[in-house]
């Protein structure tokens, strides 16, 4: 898996994006990933979009709960190594 920031944030009629704050790029197997701050007038959000040969899948996190988003994929991630003696909250 590779991890780069990307700067120079442009369009491709070589405006800069306003709206955009910050971005990440990982690149795993035949999937690349790319993470967005982003800020609107309902505030600031991160986009995250899945490319997989062309076809795209994207989400969107508003930045106050991505404490809470993040915290949750550790504790996935924990799981997944096997790192965790905690059943799963049930809701």
């Not at 442009?10 to 800069?16: F, W």
């Not at 106050?64 to 799963?88: M, V």
């Amino acid at each position: 898996m590779i991890r780069r920031k990307i700067f120079g944030l442009t369009k491709e009629s070589g405006q800069v994006e306003s709206d955009l704050l910050h971005t990440e790029k990982i690149l795993a197997d035949r999937k690349v990933f790319f993470l967005d701050l982003k800020e609107n007038a309902r505030g600031k959000v991160v986009k995250i979009t899945e490319d997989v040969s062309g076809n795209r899948d994207t989400i969107m996190v508003p930045a106050e709960i991505l404490a809470d988003f993040i915290g949750a994929l550790q504790d996935i991630q924990a799981t997944s190594e096997g790192d965790s003696d905690e059943e799963p909250d049930s809701e």
